[in-house]
RNA sequence: GGGCGCGUAGCUCAGCGGGAGAGCACCUCGUUGACAUCGAGGGGGUCACAGGUUCGAUCCCUGUCGCGCCCA
C-alpha cells in the first residue's frame, strides 16, 4: 500500500539501510563477476568538512552516472574516502584545544599533537560521510578509505622515494610562498592574489661619490617601490637597458639608505620604463621577480625577515656584511618589529633625512594565504620539489591524444594552458599533520631518503661509517638504539603537501602499491567529476602521478560541472549570510528534490543558481509522481509476467510505449552525454505532461468502465509505464523511487539493481562475443538479452493520440477564452469529417467528452449556424454556441486566426518565390516549405467559410 | 596584458543554420472520484548592438558594448 501523503523524510531513513544491509552498492557483487567495472573516485572531501552545496552538486551528478551504470549491469566501484587536509585539521584541532584552554601543540610536542588530532578524527571524523549517506551517495561505503590510512601512506612513501631517485623530487633553496601566519611554505595555488590599495613610494637613492643633496637630482636615482620596508635587503638598482634616462649611471653604484651598503646599478628588462620612475630596487631574497633579477647578475640574497616576518638583522651574517661602522644601531633599533610596523618606522626616518620623495596611491596584487588570509611573503628557505614540468610532459600528451577528455571540451585549454607553463611544485609543508617526509639528515646535511626508517639510517651509517666520520662499533650502536643516534641522525621535520597524497587516489584507494585484484580491475577509472576550482590542484596532479606509475591515465573523461550560487548569483558565503545548508533543504523538501534541482539545473555552461523554492518546486514534482502511483495502484494496475508493451492491441496502450520509448532513449543518451539537465527535464516532461496530463486522463474511462480485454490491457500497461519511470528516475530521485517500487508490486530485487531499459552501446569486445555465441550461450553477457522496448515506435499511434490531445486542447483552450462555466456541458459537431475521423471518434468520444465537458459528439456535412469553429488538424470542429457566445468576440477570434494564417502564407511565398531559396536550398527543406503553404493555405479557407457562417448567423 | 565563458519572456535558463521554447512568477477560471504539494486557459520576447558569410542567421564569422571568472 502506498501511504496517502509523500513523506520524504520517513521514506529516506528508511531505504538507506535497506541499501546498506543488501549490500548494494558493494563493488565486485558475485552476480556481477563477468560485467564490464564501472569506476568513479569520490573527490575526497576535506574529513573536517560538512556537507555544502558545492558537494550536494558533485555527489548527485557522480551518483546519478553511477546509478545509471549500475543498472545497465555494469560492476560499479564508487570508491569513497576523505582527505586528512593537513592545515585544515590542524587548525581546527588547535582551535579546540585553545577553547578548552588546554596546553596548546608547541607545549604538547609533536607525538602528543598527532595523537590528539587522530582521536579527533575518531570522534568527528565521519560527519560527511554520513551525510552524504543522507544525499542518497551509492558508494561502495565498505571500501572507504582515509588518505593517511596505513595502506595510502605506504603509496605515498614509496612514491616519494621513487620519484626523488628518479631526481624528480628534489630539496632546493629558493623563494617561497611563506605564510607568517601558519608558519610554513605552501603552493603557488594556494595563494590568492587579492587587489589592494596600497601606495607607491619613490626614494631616493644617492649616487656612490657624490654628496647627496635632496635639492639636487643630480645626486641621487629615484626608485618606485610598493614595499619600502625591503629596502633594507636591496641588492642592486635596475634600469632597463633602452632607457636613455638612465644609460649613463649603469655600472655605477649607489649607497643605500639608512643602511650604508654599496650595491650596482644594473641594466634588465625587467625593469619597466612606464612604470614608476623607471628605475627599480631589487631585492633577491623578497620578490620573485627580484629573485630572477639577482640571479643574472649575481646579487647576493639578502633576506631581512624572520618566519613569523618581522624584521631580523641582529646576528644576521648576510644583513651585515660589509657594512660600516655604526650601522649596528640601526639594525638593533628596527629588529623584532612587524614588517608593517616596520615600514612606518623606515619610511619616516627617509623622509627624515630627505630620502622620500613622494608617495602615490596605487592599487596593485597582493599574494594572500588561502588558509590564513595573511599577506604571503616570499621567502627564502629549503624545501622539497616535484619536478613537476618533466611528470606533465605525458600528462600533456595524454589528454592531447584524447586518451582522457574533458567534458566540456573548453576545459582542455585551460588545462593545456595551465600544465604547459607548470613551475615546480613545493611539496613539504612546516607542519605536523600529515605524511613526514621520509627524509632523514646526517650531521653534515647529506641526505638520505628510504621508504623506512631502517633502511635510511642503515644507508646514512654505512656512509658515515665508510667516511670515517664513526667507528664500525658507533654504527652499529646507533644502528641498534635510537637514543644513540640521536642527534647525529635526525628526520626531515616536514609533511608533504596534502595535494601529494590527493594525487595518488585513483590507484592509492585500490590497494596500490600491492598488486591488488582491485588495482587490476578498476584502474583506470572511467570519469572524474569535479569542479574547475581543482583542476590543477587535483585533477592534473592525478594524471602526472597516474601516468607516471600506473603508465595509464586515471580517468578516460573528465566531467567538469560548475559552481552552485544563490538565486541572485552571488557566490555562497558564511560571511554574506546567503549559505543554503544542503542537509536543512534536505530536512524540509527530501534529498530526492535536491538532487533533482541540482541536476535540472546542471547545464554545461552555467553556473546554477539554487533558491529553496526550487527545490520546493521539484518536491511538488515527486508528489506528483506519488499521487500517479497511488492512482495506479488504486485501479489495480500490476505488469502481469510475461506482458510486452510492443505486443499491445489497443492504440493509448501502443502509444504511451511509443511515448515511454522516446523518453527512455532521451534520457539514456542525455547521461551519457552528461547533460544531466536534458535527461532530468527529459523525464520530468514525460512524467509530468505525457504520462500524468494525458495517458492517465485519457485512460481513465477504460479503467473505470467495465471489465475486459482493454481495461486489462490498460491496467498492465499503466503499471508497466510507470516501472519504466521509476527505473528512468532512480538515479536522479533514488529514494522515493525505490520506495515506489518496492510497494507496488513484489518484486525481485531492489530498482538500484533492476535493468536499464535501454541496452547500452556495445563495446568491441561484445560486440565480438554477439558474432560467435549464440541466443542460449552461457557466455552471452545477459544484459545483451534483457528485453528492450527502448526502440520501440508508432507512428499512426501517435497521429491518433495527437488528434485527440489537439482536439481537447483546442476546445478547451476556446471554452476559456469564451467564459464558458465548467459545469456548461456543450455539444461537439464534426463538420466533414474524414472517414479516419468518424472512424476515431467511437473510440475516443468518452474521453473526449469528459476532458473537454462535451454534452455529446455529432457528425454533419457543415457546421451549424452561429457555432464557433475551431481548425483541428485540418478539420473543423464546431461548437454550436448560439446564444451563449458573443459573436463579435467569436469574429475577433477569428480574425486573428486568419491573420496568422495569412502571415504564414507571406512568410512562405517570400521563399518559395526566391529562386535562389529554391535553387540551393535542400530538396527536403523546399517540400517542407510548399507542405507549409498548403496547409496555411487549408487554413485560410475554413477560416473564411467560418467567418462567412459568422455572417450569415448574426 | 593573456585566456575562458555569458548576454533569448519579469526571473532562472534550454535551443545554436530553415515556422521563438520550458520552469517559476503573473492574470482568469476550477471542491470532475491520484494529486490545491493540484487541474484548465492566458498574456508577455526588434533572441545585447553593428557589420559579414548564406537562398535563409537567435544559431556561423568579425567587431563594439555590458557582465562574470581564471592566469599574469
Known amino acids: 500500500m502506498i501511504e496517502k501523503n509523500y513523506q520524504p523524510a520517513d521514506i529516506e531513513g528508511r531505504m538507506s539501510l535497506i541499501w546498506e544491509d543488501s549490500r548494494a552498492f558493494s563493488a565486485g557483487r558475485p552476480d556481477r563477476r563477468d560485467a564490464r567495472p564501472f569506476t568513479i573516485v569520490i573527490p575526497p572531501p576535506n574529513v573536517t568538512g560538512s556537507l555544502h552545496m558545492g558537494h550536494a552538486l558533485n555527489n548527485t551528478l557522480q551518483d546519478i552516472l553511477c546509478r545509471f551504470e549500475r543498472m545497465r549491469g555494469r560492476d560499479v566501484l564508487w570508491q569513497p574516502g576523505t582527505d586528512h587536509a593537513g592545515i585544515a585539521t590542524q587548525m581546527v584541532v588547535e582551535r579546540q584545544l585553545m577553547e578548552r584552554q588546554q596546553p596548546g601543540r608547541r607545549e604538547m610536542g609533536r607525538a602528543k599533537f598527532l595523537e590528539r588530532v587522530w582521536q579527533w578524527k575518531a570522534e568527528s571524523g565521519g560527519v560527511i560521510v554520513n551525510q552524504l549517506k543522507r544525499l542518497g551517495a551509492s558508494c561502495d561505503w565498505s571500501r572507504e578509505r582515509f588518505t593517511m590510512d596505513e595502506g595510502l601512506s605506504r603509496a605515498v612513501v614509496k612514491v616519494f622515494v621513487e620519484l626523488h631517485r628518479e631526481g624528480l623530487i628534489y630539496k632546493d633553496k629558493r623563494l617561497v610562498n611563506w605564510d607568517p601566519k601558519l608558519l610554513t611554505a605552501i603552493s603557488d595555488l594556494e595563494v590568492q592574489q587579492v587587489e589592494v590599495k596600497g601606495s607607491l613610494w619613490y626614494l631616493r637613492y644617492p649616487l656612490a661619490g657624490i654628496t647627496f643633496n635632496p635639492e639636487d637630482p643630480m ?117 623584532g618589529l612587524d614588517r608593517f610596523a616596520a615600514r612606518k618606522q623606515i619610511v619616516a626616518r627617509l623622509e627624515d633625512f630627505g630620502f622620500l620623495d613622494r608617495i602615490e596611491p596605487n592599487v596593485h596584487m597582493v599574494p594572500h594565504g588561502d588558509r590564513s588570509g595573511v599577506i604571503i611573503e616570499p621567502y627564502l628557505t629549503d624545501q622539497w620539489y616535484v619536478d613537476a614540468k618533466t611528470l606533465a610532459q605525458p600528462a600533456i600528451a595524454a589528454v592531447r591524444s584524447g586518451a582522457t577528455t574533458f567534458v566540456p571540451k573548453n576545459w582542455e585549454k585551460t588545462y593545456f594552458e595551465w600544465m604547459e607553463n607548470i613551475q615546480p611544485w613545493c611539496i613539504s609543508r612546516q607542519l605536523w599533520w600529515g605524511h613526514q617526509i621520509p627524509a632523514w639528515y646526517g650531521p653534515d646535511g647529506k641526505v638520505f631518503v628510504a621508504e623506512t626508517e631502517e633502511e635510511a639510517v642503515g644507508n646514512a651509517l654505512g656512509y658515515y661509517v665508510e667516511q670515517e666520520v664513526i667507528t664500525p662499533e658507533q654504527g652499529r650502536e646507533m644502528a641498534l638504539d635510537r637514543n644513540k643516534r640521536a642527534g647525529f641522525i635526525t628526520r626531515d621535520e616536514d609533511v608533504l603537501d596534502t595535494w601529494f597524497s590527493s594525487a595518488l587516489w585513483p590507484f592509492s584507494t585500490l590497494g596500490w602499491p600491492d598488486e591488488t585484484p582491485e588495482v587490476k580491475r578498476y584502474y583506470p577509472t572511467d570519469v572524474l567529476v569535479t569542479g574547475w576550482d581543482i583542476i590543477f590542484f587535483w585533477v592534473a596532479r592525478m594524471m602526472m602521478m597516474g601516468l607516471h606509475f600506473m603508465k595509464e591515465a586515471p580517468f578516460s573523461t573528465v566531467y567538469i560541472h560548475r559552481l552552485v550560487r544563490d538565486e541572485k548569483g552571488a557566490k555562497m558565503s558564511k560571511s554574506k549570510g546567503n549559505v543554503i545548508d544542503p542537509l536543512g533543504v534536505i530536512d524540509d523538501y527530501g534529498a530526492d528534490a535536491l538532487r533533482f534541482a541540482l541536476a535540472r539545473g546542471a547545464a554545461h555552461s552555467h553556473d546554477i543558481k539554487l533558491s529553496p523554492q526550487l527545490v520546493e518546486t521539484n518536491r511538488n514534482f515527486a508528489t506528483k509522481l506519488w499521487n500517479a502511483c497511488r492512482f495506479a495502484e488504486m485501479n489495480d494496475c500490476v505488469v502481469p509476467a510475461g506482458f510486452d508493451p510492443t505486443k499491445a492491441r489497443d492504440t493509448l496502450n501502443r502509444w504511451i510505449a511509443h511515448e515511454t520509448a522516446r523518453a527512455t532513449r532521451e534520457v539514456t543518451e542525455a547521461i551519457e552525454a552528461y547533460r544531466f539537465n536534458d535527461a532530468a527535464n527529459a523525464i520530468y516532461r514525460f512524467v509530468w505532461n505525457v504520462y500524468c496530463d494525458w495517458y492517465l486522463e485519457l485512460a481513465k474511462p477504460v479503467l473505470m468502465g467495465e471489465e475486459g480485454v482493454a481495461k486489462t490491457e490498460t491496467r498492465a500497461m499503466v503499471a508497466w509505464a510507470r516501472d519504466e519511470i521509476l527505473k528512468l528516475l532512480h538515479p536522479f530521485m533514488p529514494f522515493i523511487t525505490e520506495e515506489l517500487w518496492g510497494v507496488t508490486s513484489k518484486r525481485d530485487g531492489l530498482l538500484a539493481l533492476a535493468p536499464w531499459s535501454r541496452k547500452p552501446s556495445l563495446t568491441p569486445e561484445q560486440l565480438a562475443m554477439m558474432s560467435t555465441a549464440t541466443i542460449n550461450d552461457p557466455l552471452m553477457p545477459p544484459v545483451l538479452l534483457a528485453f528492450d522496448a527502448a526502440e520501440f515506435t508508432d507512428t499512426s499511434a501517435e497521429a491518433e493520440i495527437g488528434w485527440v490531445v489537439d482536439l481537447v486542447t483546442a476546445i478547451r483552450s476556446v471554452r476559456a477564452e469564451m467564459n464558458i462555466a465548467p459545469a456548461t456541458l456543450t455539444p461537439l459537431v464534426l463538420a466533414g469529417a474524414s472517414d479516419e475521423t468518424r472512424e476515431r471518434v467511437p473510440r475516443w468520444s468518452d474521453v473526449i467528452r469528459r476532458m473537454a465537458r462535451l454534452a455529446d459528439i455529432s457528425f454533419a456535412d457543415r457546421p451549424p449556424e452561429g457555432a464557433v469553429q475551431l481548425l483541428v488538424r485540418g478539420e473543423v470542429a464546431a461548437l454550436p454556441l448560439k446564444g451563449v457566445i458573443d459573436l463579435s468576440a467569436e469574429k475577433a477570434r477569428l480574425d486573428k486566426e486568419l491573420a496568422k494564417a495569412e502571415a504564414d502564407i507571406k512568410r512562405v511565398d517570400a521563399k518559395l518565390s526566391n529562386e535562389k531559396f529554391v535553387a540551393n536550398a535542400p530538396e527536403e527543406i523546399v517540400e517542407e516549405e510548399k507542405e507549409k503553404r498548403e496547409a496555411a493555405e487549408a487554413r485560410k479557407a475554413r477560416i473564411l467559410e467560418a467567418l462567412e457562417r459568422l455572417k450569415n448567423a448574426a
Do not use: C, W
Not at 222 to 251: F, I, K, N, Q
Not at 266 to 286: F, I, L, R
Not at 294 to 322: F, K, M, T
Open 219 to 335: 645626486s641621487y636615482i629615484v626608485v618606485a617601490t610598493t614595499r619600502p620596508e625591503t629596502m633594507l635587503g636591496d641588492g642592486a638598482v635596475a634600469v632597463h637597458p633602452d632607457d636613455e634616462r638612465y644609460s649613463h649611471l649603469v655600472g655605477k653604484h649607489v649607497i643605500l639608505p639608512l643602511v650604508g651598503r654599496r650595491i650596482p646599478i644594473v641594466a634588465d628588462e625587467y625593469s619597466d620604463p612606464e612604470k614608476g620612475s623607471g628605475a627599480v630596487k631589487v631585492t633577491p631574497a623578497h620578490d620573485f621577480n627580484d629573485f630572477e633579477v639577482g640571479r643574472r647578475h649575481s646579487l647576493p640574497q639578502i633576506s631581512v625577515l624572520d618566519q613569523e616576518a618581522r624584521i631580523n638583522l641582529v646576528g644576521n651574517e648576510d644583513y651585515l656584511h660589509g657594512l660600516p661602522e655604526g650601522s649596528m644601531q640601526l639594525a638593533e633599533e628596527l629588529h
